[in-house]
């Protein structure tokens, strides 16, 4: 059987997907894009007209939304939480949160830092979303104020791994130091795992699209 195929940009949201398929194992088909890919990948739109990455293609259906992916990569997986179990509405919650609340203001300080060309870049609106996500990232350090090891269900789950991204992405942008001292110590446990570094090593080795 045809394995799924994950399109997918060094260190993108992506890395979400990469990220959950080390952690279950998944055998996925990894095709490595120029970020970002509407200025570099115009075939790229033939797979994905959004021209965003994630583009997971399983069985002829297209997703493209990080968070989604990461639930149908650990669907019956201990990274999965059950809905008979009692954290499973905090841990949607989370899975929702990582894109809509934490994320977005990330993404506009890369574009304002690494995508614009340097005539258009915004110090200003920088600075601005990277206080409006240190502000949402309190929700992380409240989750974890109590000495929980993870968010949710007394174990890692695919919420520390679609938070833990959006944390990790901070640290990339410099925008680490808005982050609380559990965070922090959450991050590092998460980051420490083997199949986030597989993750990034097999990113730095994986295939071109041709």
Not at 23 to 42: M, Q, S, W, Y
Not at 51 to 59: G, I, L, N, Y
Not at 128 to 135: P, S, T, V
Not at 155 to 178: E, P, Q
Request: aromatic share 10%; with cysteine.
């Amino acid at each position: 059987m045809t394995c799924p195929i994950l399109y997918h940009c060094p260190d993108a949201r992506s890395l979400r997907c990469l990220w959950a398929v080390e952690e279950t194992g998944i055998d996925v088909d990894l095709r490595v894009l120029k970020f970002p890919p509407r200025a570099f990948e115009p075939d790229y739109r033939a797979i994905n007209p959004l021209m965003t990455v994630p583009a997971w293609v399983e069985r002829g259906r297209l997703m493209t939304e990080s968070a989604a992916i990461c639930e149908r990569i650990a669907e019956a997986t201990p990274l999965e939480v059950r809905r008979d179990e009692a954290d499973y509405w905090d841990y949607r919650n989370w899975l929702h949160r990582s894109d809509a609340t934490l994320t977005f203001p990330l993404a506009i300080m890369i574009r304002y830092t690494r995508v614009e060309p340097e005539e258009r870049r915004l110090a200003q609106a920088v600075a601005d979303y990277k206080a409006f996500f240190g502000g949402r990232a309190k929700s992380i350090e409240a989750a974890l104020a109590d000495g929980r090891e993870w968010l949710v269900a007394g174990r890692f789950t695919i919420a520390d791994i679609v938070i833990g991204y959006a944390a990790f992405l901070a640290t990339t942008l410099g925008a680490d130091d808005v982050l609380g001292e559990a965070t922090a110590a959450w991050l590092a446990r998460c980051t420490a795992r083997d199949g986030f570094k597989r993750a990034r090593q097999r990113q730095a080795a994986g295939s071109r699209v041709q």
